[in-house]
């Protein structure tokens, strides 16, 4: 997801090994020992295959779970919108709880059985943009009284009929979408993509994700400015303040140490403190208890019987909504987001190797994660989150910070998340933030431009870029404003091109894709072949990387028997081999040093809040 957090990812190696650079264990900053980052700046604490002491794979399995907490709530807060559930708290809460569930059900499943690396699986900003460009649709535009919460009775039938239908028809085009995502897995086509979508098509893609939210995150922010810029107080200007931390080692016994905590987990403590603001000004009543007064939505009593009320516990199962309907102007726009999804996957698969010790993925093991995201989307849509999957690269970015990265760590991420999805009062909690901190958080989380791969000193390319960017924004403003100027005299064309034309990150794709392609440039200047270097893998039938990435429980043992599966191209191609310790680590250029494991107590104050 890399539209998420762009300070904890990097789009280019040697971004990342700056940042790791940077945050080096033992490195002085101020005079401070930063303990946050314990060990050897060139060693990792614990690579891939190794398995940490239970309860150190507990606590950072929920620093893993925290770092993905804003973007997994953000998800059903936004859609809430389209839904038109903004006045329905309880049913909010069921959603959150559900995303939950389901992105650690899908986190299990990749760690085990898909690329088998430590990435977390999570709601995607990419699926959100066609969804609620769908939502906008005139069928599918919220009655009128919904918007009122006085004339919005919870409860009725009607009521929940304009909610579920909704939702039905997001399920049904989320599953279809999601069938192309598991073919393109298993079947090996994910190749074909990267040869000819680069960062030209990608980076406006992403980046009108955010910027096509930006009505939602105005109308949101504008109920109190000030608090919605707390956020950016909080995540960026505290970034490089340390923070005093009770710590205990053998060597120093119990004494102070400073952590950079905010630069571990920036948005979530920042929503985290301007929430706690926002609960103690409602307290103190300073902000106002009229509806009609500014302000009044920065209070957090607002749906206060939410917490009461949400059961204790929540069991998600598939069509919770009833029976999914599809749609194919739906479908298609789904579509448009796995496309991006799968790109994005990608890139997260190859950092999160770099970043955990293990040797780059092999084209079986891609394939085989692509298809279990697809999956995974496939469930999402099933359970009714209005929402699908994909690796989430601020988890990826986490890694290099902690130098922690076995997989058994999210093994017990996706462990407590599938527990936080059954306690149903964890999601009603989270329906309490307050609308200007949820303004505040898109505003900060949604500003990400990976160009490191194009010259963007070459004209052409500045000319892809912004006329992307631009015809992203003034295409779907335009269809918006002029609704019947699609008429081919085919309903279901008309629905289908309504809904691509106005989904931004489609447009402004669309545009650099064809640009890209078709306007004269060299592989060099488009970034094109930076970019395959960055995806490429000569490794595959290395021992290293038999025993990361081959399947669990004897499964690759028993497929390589049969010569005929070599042929699939999501199953390994030889025998499993044992690895002796660790073969590589974030910045070493030696293949082959082992690494050293500090003791817990060093990792458990890095990670500890």
Not at 153 to 159: A, R
Not at 390 to 416: F, H
């Amino acid at each position: 997801m890399l539209s998420h957090f762009p300070f904890l990812y990097s789009g280019s190696e040697d971004h990342q090994q700056n940042l790791q650079a940077d945050m080096a264990p033992g490195k002085e900053s101020n005079g401070l020992d930063n303990y946050a980052f314990a060990g050897d700046s060139n060693k990792l604490i614990y690579c891939v295959t190794d398995v940490p002491p239970w309860y150190l794979c507990i606590i950072l399995g929920i620093q893993h779970c925290l770092t993905a907490f804003g973007g997994i709530i953000a998800i059903p807060l936004i859609l809430s919108q389209g839904l038109c559930l903004q006045y329905d708290g309880l049913t909010q809460s069921h959603l959150i709880s559900t995303i939950f569930f389901v992105s650690g059900i899908c986190t299990l499943l990749q760690v085990t059985f898909g690329i088998r690396l430590p990435i977390l699986q999570g709601g995607t900003f990419t699926l959100l943009a066609p969804s609620m460009a769908m939502l906008s649709m005139p069928e599918w535009t919220c009655p009128a009284w919904t918007q009122n919460a006085s004339l919005v009775n919870t409860s009725s039938t009607d009521f929940i009929e304009v909610w579920q239908s909704r939702m039905r028809a997001l399920q049904g085009s989320i599953m279809v979408g999601s069938l192309f995502q598991v073919f393109v897995g298993f079947s090996g086509l994910i190749g074909l993509f990267m040869r000819f979508i680069g960062p030209l098509t990608i980076a406006p893609t992403i980046s009108l994700i955010g910027l096509s939210l930006f009505d939602s995150a105005g109308t949101s922010a504008g109920n109190h400015w000030g608090i919605s810029t707390l956020i950016i107080l909080f995540s960026q200007y505290l970034r490089h303040i340390p923070v005093p931390f009770p710590t205990f080692s053998k060597k120093k016994k119990l004494h102070i140490s400073r952590v950079y905590i905010f630069q571990i987990l920036p948005v979530l403590l920042g929503i985290t403190l301007s929430w706690l603001i926002c609960y103690i000004l409602t307290i103190y009543n300073v902000f106002p208890t009229d509806p009609d007064q500014y302000g009044y939505l920065a209070r957090t009593d607002l749906k206060g019987d939410v917490v009461s009320q949400a059961p204790w516990f929540s069991f998600a199962y598939p069509g919770q909504w009833g029976m999914p309907t599809v749609s194919l102007a739906g479908v298609v726009g789904i579509l448009a987001g796995v496309i991006s999804s799968m790109i994005e996957s990608v890139g997260d698969y190859h950092a999160c190797a770099r970043l955990s010790g293990a040797p780059p993925p092999p084209k079986h093991a891609i394939n085989r994660g692509i298809g279990i995201e697809g999956l995974g989307c496939l469930l999402a849509g099933a359970y009714g989150t209005g929402n699908g999957t994909t690796s989430y690269s601020e988890n990826v970015g986490a890694l290099g910070i902690t130098k922690v990265g076995s997989r058994m760590v999210i093994v017990a991420s996706g462990v407590l998340m599938v527990a936080m999805g059954v306690f149903g009062k964890v999601g009603a909690i989270f329906t309490t933030i307050p609308s200007p901190v949820v303004g505040g958080m898109f505003m900060t989380c949604f500003f990400y431009i990976d160009l490191n791969y194009a010259d963007m000193n070459s004209s052409r390319n500045i000319f892809i870029f912004g006329f992307s960017m631009f015809s992203g924004l003034v295409i779907p403003n335009w269809i918006f404003k002029n609704p019947r100027a699609i008429a081919t005299g085919v309903i279901e064309l008309d629905h289908v091109l309504q809904v691509l034309l106005t989904t931004s990150m489609f447009v402004g794709g669309f545009f650099g894709f064809i640009l890209d392609n078709t306007i004269p440039g060299s592989k060099h200047e488009r970034g094109i072949l930076a970019w395959n270097k960055a995806h490429e893998d000569d490794s595959s039938n290395t021992l290293e990387s038999g025993e990361v990435y081959n399947l669990p429980f004897g499964i690759s043992s028993y497929l390589s028997s049969s010569s005929w599966l070599r042929y699939v191209l999501f199953c390994p191609p030889g025998e499993p081999s044992p690895l002796d310790g660790c073969t590589a680590d974030t910045n070493a250029p030696e293949p082959n040093q082992q690494l050293g494991h500090p003791e817990p107590s060093q990792i458990i104050t890095g990670v500890a809040l």
